[in-house]
């Protein structure tokens, strides 16, 4: 964990693979020390954070393997989590998107939504793969 103009951020990168989207969970219960959170708000980001590294899983590598980075970023008032991949990406005003029929489940980007302040979708800076990012304001 390093401090960063005053917040703390933690970068954990996972193979593309769902027996290791559990690590991200663990990581987020960790961080949660830091910055105590109601046991219904953890529960919550846990499972968005787990449909946004999930969607990375299913979606990002067709031919298999890649891996998954995912990055917290605590402050004082808010908790920053983003979740980005190598992948072929999508775009969030496509159809299936919309219909937040990204997953199997057709309930991932729906439940981000549920559960975050804020949620953005988009391709990565360096124009590789895809980037979700969603903040959750903290009381």
Not at 15 to 30: H, N, S
Not at 106 to 134: H, K, P, T
């Amino acid at each position: 964990m390093t401090d960063n103009n005053g917040f703390r951020e933690v970068r954990l990168s996972i193979p593309a693979k769902p027996e290791f989207i559990t690590l991200c969970r663990l990581a987020l219960t960790g961080i949660s020390r830091l910055r105590p959170l109601t046991d219904e708000t953890l529960a919550d980001l846990k499972l968005a954070l787990t449909e946004a590294c999930s969607n990375s899983v299913r979606h990002a590598y067709a031919e298999g393997g890649g891996s998954v980075d995912i990055r917290y970023q605590l402050h004082p008032d808010r908790l920053v989590i983003e979740v980005a991949d190598d992948g072929g990406g999508f775009e969030l005003g496509a159809p299936e998107a919309e219909d937040g029929d990204l997953s199997e489940g057709g309930l991932g980007i729906a439940i981000i939504r549920a559960v975050a302040d804020e949620l953005d979708i988009g391709a990565r800076d360096d124009g590789r793969g895809s980037l979700l990012r969603f903040v959750k304001r903290l009381d």
